[in-house]
């Protein structure tokens, strides 16, 4: 396989800014965004079963974003009061424009034949191209005001309304307030000169932000035309086919946020503590609801589908001291986020995770958190058939060595009414440690980062652990799979049909996601007094090691998971729906970086 991509970009601005009068000053910026990418992916024939026939892919997209904005501020200071104000509007406007083209069916394979006139056109399906533009635009107005009264009392209140082409006419415009207020006590007359607390201030705000984010012309049904050729009679006509579902209904997801926060120092700001507790609250949430394969395999309809409620407190601690040859600097923090679905359009639950053909893996419905995982529940491996014939039915072709699953509605037959919430991938807790001190010339620090609590749906392991024709590698536990001779294990027996639904959605495959992991450890030394260089600032030598160690009983690849295109089934279905779900994360990188660092 011969893959490159060839990227370009260039981006700037001009602005023009004048002062009208005292305090007065209006500005205006034009800025632009343009890159271009050229995209060539050549598989060179392999085997029958891999890369057959020799393909060649090439794309370009070129995208351009062009922002402008103008803005009016006006600031003013008299005896212990001091106001500012901003008006301003924006427009963005971008466009991307794509061509690509394949061929199959290459003589030659060289570099030089590497081209589409080199491929052997038998078929006229043998080559295709295509190309598409997409636009979007959006347009805001927004407005601040802030007061401050002898630096104790604050308070500052915004609004903006957008209004954006990804919505259809009706609801293209919305608007979003804010407002915020503090009280630095540590001002007051009575903390003034206090040695212990150097710094007290209390902070509130509450806003409102929408969402955007759901392509570019959801609210209207993309049709292709062309791709099918039917006869009627005597007459050739082409079809078209619906590619996406819009919904001429969607609007802004809003999110309504409250914050209630706490500022401290004490020493002098030797130590340091910030507290945040925090309820959010998101409405009209936009995702894309799975349709009944009734529908055909077009892609779903965004729809506001949902209320979902965040609420948590955030807290970080900062400790610095030293004297003149040493100092050091300790700075955990730590985290706590609960989520709750308030409601769903229509009162039906979604469904997510779409990675296996038993059907979807998570279940959002009213009053547990977004993407729950909704499996059947394994309790142990049938060893007899006397067992399987005294538990609830599952298949008539269950035998010894299959996985017992739970019969959670007790109607002594095992079916898609015993899948129930197992457990989701959102943390009880997450938290971080930062570390260092200087020591004369030598400087150390590590960085710690961790989650406790979350679930992971380990879906790779349902390839992992079984053998299937698709020729996957297994991993080494399956040596400890049942067999007549080895069956304290909780790995089933190996069955290719798997006739008794082993690998349906199940616990099975549900791990503790919780890891710490060592992010980054750096050691360094400056070398300016021992080599005696007058002429430099600084010469640091030093040696870093990123994602040193990670600590977890998480038995894949890494339990720092990232979203995967697969858990939408190709529909385009909203990852929020599927996360948590592993399709085999690539681990992060242990790096090892070793340098020097000169200061003139």
Request: glycine share 10%; no cysteine.
């Amino acid at each position: 396989t011969d893959w490159q991509i060839n990227r370009s970009r260039i981006f700037g601005n001009v602005y023009a800014e004048l002062n009208l009068v005292k305090g007065l000053k209006v500005r205006t910026t034009l800025g632009g965004d343009f890159s271009f990418e050229k995209d060539k992916l050549f598989k060179e024939y392999l085997s029958d079963a891999i890369y057959n026939p020799t393909s060649l892919n090439e794309g370009r997209v070129f995208n351009q974003n062009l922002i402008w904005n103008s803005t009016a501020t006006y600031d003013k200071k008299f005896g212990k009061h001091k106001i500012s104000s901003l008006l301003g509007t924006e427009v963005i406007q971008n466009r991307t424009d794509y061509l690509g083209a394949s061929a199959n069916n290459f003589r030659r394979t060289d570099p030089l034949f590497r081209y589409l006139n080199a491929s052997v056109a038998d078929d006229i399906k043998n080559v295709g191209v295509s190309g598409i533009a997409t636009e979007w635009s959006l347009v805001s107005y927004f407005g601040l005001a802030s007061y401050n009264y002898n630096n104790k009392y604050l308070l500052s209140v915004a609004v903006r309304k957008d209004g954006s082409s990804r919505f259809g006419k009706d609801n293209r415009w919305g608007v979003f307030p804010s407002v915020s207020a503090g009280w630095i006590v540590s001002n007051e007359s009575f903390l003034k000169g206090n040695d212990f607390i150097s710094e007290l201030k209390i902070r509130a705000s509450w806003g409102k932000l929408g969402n955007q984010e759901i392509g570019v012309y959801p609210y209207s049904s993309l049709v292709n035309t062309g791709e099918r050729v039917y006869t009627f009679g005597d007459k050739i006509v082409t079809g078209a086919s619906i590619l996406e579902t819009g919904n001429s209904g969607i609007k802004w997801e809003s999110s309504t946020q409250a914050n209630l926060g706490f500022d401290l120092g004490f020493w002098e700001d030797k130590l340091t503590v910030v507290v945040d507790f925090f309820k959010k609250i998101s409405n009209d949430v936009l995702v894309r609801v799975p349709i009944p394969q009734s529908g055909g395999s077009q892609r779903p309809p965004f729809v506001n589908a949902a209320s979902i409620e965040n609420r948590g407190m955030e807290v970080a601690v900062a400790y610095r001291t030293g004297s003149k040859n040493f100092n050091y600097n300790f700075t955990p923090n730590f985290s706590i986020v609960k989520n709750n679905v308030l409601s769903i359009a229509g009162s039906e639950p979604i469904l997510g995770g779409f990675g296996l053909s038993d059907g979807p893996l998570t279940k959002t419905e009213q009053g547990r958190p977004i993407g729950s995982f909704f499996l059947w529940d394994m309790e142990g491996i049938f060893q007899t058939q006397e067992q399987i014939a005294a538990s609830p039915f599952q298949s008539k072709d269950t035998r010894p060595g299959d996985i017992k699953f739970r019969d959670i509605n007790n109607d002594k037959v095992i079916d898609d009414k015993d899948r129930f919430h197992a457990g989701n991938p959102f943390p009880d807790f997450t938290y971080g440690m930062q570390f260092g001190f200087n020591w004369k010339e030598l400087d150390f620090s590590l960085l710690i980062q961790g989650v406790q609590g979350n679930d992971i749906y380990f879906l790779y392991g349902n390839f992992a652990y079984e053998t299937q024709s698709r020729g996957f590698n297994s991993y080494a536990d399956i040596l400890n799979r049942w067999t007549p001779e080895n069956t304290n294990t909780n790995i089933p027996k190996v069955s290719i049909d798997d006739r008794n639904g082993n690998r349906r959605p199940s616990t099975r495959f549900l791990y503790d996601g919780s890891y710490m992991r060592i992010r980054n450890i750096s050691l360094g030394y400056d070398l300016k007094k021992l080599l005696r260089l007058d002429q430099v600032m600084a010469f640091r030598l030093y040696l870093t090691v990123q994602n040193a160690l990670t600590f977890t009983k998480y038995p894949g690849l890494d339990p720092e998971i990232q979203a995967n295109a697969n858990d939408t089934r190709g529909l385009g279905l909203s990852s929020d729906l599927a996360v948590g779900i592993d399709w085999g994360t690539v681990p992060s990188p242990r790096t090892f970086v070793a340098g020097i660092k000169v200061d003139f």
